[in-house]
């Protein structure tokens, strides 16, 4: 175990950051994106506080066809957009643009979902009072969702973890990138086992973090 660790400890712990930067950076910038995307979605849809079918139509099917793409496709596809925006295509900052075009759709439609699941007739009890639709929107149905939008964030986070184990084809690197140079590609499947190991162990504590604070929310709404 300590000669392991001599030996591939440095390179596994490279990794780990790599992979973290990767999460951390665009899942902040995602839900920027996305979490307005997903407010918007509920404004302009059918019965919304400010309803516009063709425009609704519009990011939705764009939400969609982005989805729809998976991301190892999406990370080539768009390249000359990347080196556009970041000015590179390579690297931890080459795979931050992709990992945000991959996440924000996703953020977008999962607070939608949460966001829908708010009780109508608290919104409209609201709306009696008098008060103007952006308020009722940031301060009771956004209050009102939180449980559900922190559990859709989990769920982004994870996807977001998987995609980054792909983002190694750009020379990302990261702890999936580690696994398949090293684990797959030089014979060396304690590495892969190992980097896999600490994959999980994330996931599992992003998971229990994100159920808990849901959890916690909802008995404090």
Not at 44 to 62: D, F, L, M, S
């Amino acid at each position: 175990m300590a000669a392991f660790f001599n030996e591939w400890g440095s390179v596994i712990w490279e990794g780990l950051l790599q992979t973290a930067t990767m999460t951390i950076i665009s899942l902040i910038i995602a839900i920027i994106i996305g979490l307005p995307m997903g407010i918007f979605l509920v404004m302009t849809r059918p019965g919304g506080q400010a309803e516009n079918v063709w425009v609704y139509r519009t990011c939705n099917w764009i939400i969609n066809i982005i989805r729809s793409i998976p991301f190892i496709i999406l990370l080539f596809f768009i390249l000359p957009f990347t080196k556009l925006v970041a000015g590179t295509t390579i690297g931890v900052q080459g795979v931050i643009v992709p990992l945000v075009v991959y996440t924000a759709p996703y953020i977008a439609r999962l607070m939608e979902s949460a966001l829908l699941e708010v009780d109508k007739g608290i919104i409209e009890a609201y709306q009696s009072m008098g008060i103007s639709t952006p308020k009722i929107i940031l301060y009771v149905v956004v209050r009102e969702a939180r449980s559900g939008i922190i559990l859709g964030l989990t769920i982004a986070t994870i996807g977001l973890i998987g995609a980054t184990a792909m983002a190694g084809l750009v020379g990302a690197g990261g702890l999936g990138d580690i696994a398949f140079q090293y684990g797959h590609l030089r014979f060396e499947p304690t590495v892969m086992y190992t980097t896999i190991l600490i994959l999980i162990i994330i996931v599992q504590l992003i998971q229990s973090l994100g159920n808990y604070s849901a959890r916690k929310l909802k008995k404090d709404s």
